[in-house]
């Protein structure tokens, strides 16, 4: 088995739910009774946001490889960022990592691709739905991604922090976030909803809304992982 090395923390609250996805993914695919060994750096969520505030991409990525560093000494093999806004600058980060990266985009856009769906909404922090990272992946792919006019985009990202990654999950947060869903499915005829925000598949439980699929970036992720952890199998 391949030793994985998780960069968690951003947030907290998504990095159990890998946690738990990793172990309950690997004990499916190999029902022996042992469990995966892997090493978590849950690092400080505020400091990636600080980078970001200041629009200092350099310095997040070299605070990203900084802590990489560290699960490269813990025996990693290989890693994930447990987080789908730090893929702003994976390329970076993957090209100098001493181990070699799973991207979430890249994850989630085979998914996608293996369903054949063609249109679909992003959802995210405001960060992630204002970049164009998602966005050139899928596109390679023939795959457009809509994000939602701007107020929702507001709503979105400041539920996000204020709620979901302190892990406050309200049911009337859920429907004002499925009224979207439906909204945009209305406008654009979505397909799909990619949860480009690992805490969103917290509050949108369940794989689809009103026909609309609801793609968990996080768990799509973890399969991944543990498909290169028993990759030596």
Do not use: W
Not at 21 to 26: P, T
Not at 45 to 69: C, H, P, R, V, Y
């Amino acid at each position: 088995m391949k030793a994985l090395g998780m960069i968690g923390g951003v947030g907290p609250e998504s990095t159990i739910d890998y946690y738990k996805n990793i172990i309950a993914i690997y004990r499916e695919r190999r029902p022996d009774g042992h469990y995966p060994q892997f090493v978590i750096n849950s690092i400080d969520l505020q400091k990636g946001i600080d980078f970001l505030e200041a629009d200092n991409l350099a310095g997040m990525a070299e605070f990203l490889l900084s802590e990489i560093e560290k699960l490269a000494r813990g025996g990693a093999e290989f890693g994930i960022i447990a987080a789908n806004t730090p893929h702003i600058i994976f390329d970076e980060v993957a090209a100098r990592s001493p181990i070699p990266f799973i991207s979430i985009v890249e994850a989630a856009c085979a998914y996608v691709k293996e369903r054949r769906m063609k249109r679909l909404a992003l959802f995210g922090t405001r960060y992630t739905m204002r970049a164009d990272f998602y966005q050139k992946v899928f596109r390679r792919e023939g795959i457009d991604l809509v994000v939602p006019e701007v107020p929702d985009q507001d709503y979105i990202h400041e539920k996000y922090f204020g709620e979901l990654v302190p892990g406050i999950f309200l049911p009337e947060t859920r429907e004002n976030l499925l009224a979207i869903v439906d909204r945009m499915k209305s406008k654009v005829d979505i397909e799909g909803v990619v949860l480009a925000g690992t805490e969103l598949s917290l509050i949108l439980r369940g794989e689809s809304h009103n026909g609309v699929a609801l793609l968990d970036t996080g768990k799509i992720h973890c399969q991944t992982a543990v498909n290169e952890m028993l990759s030596y199998q």
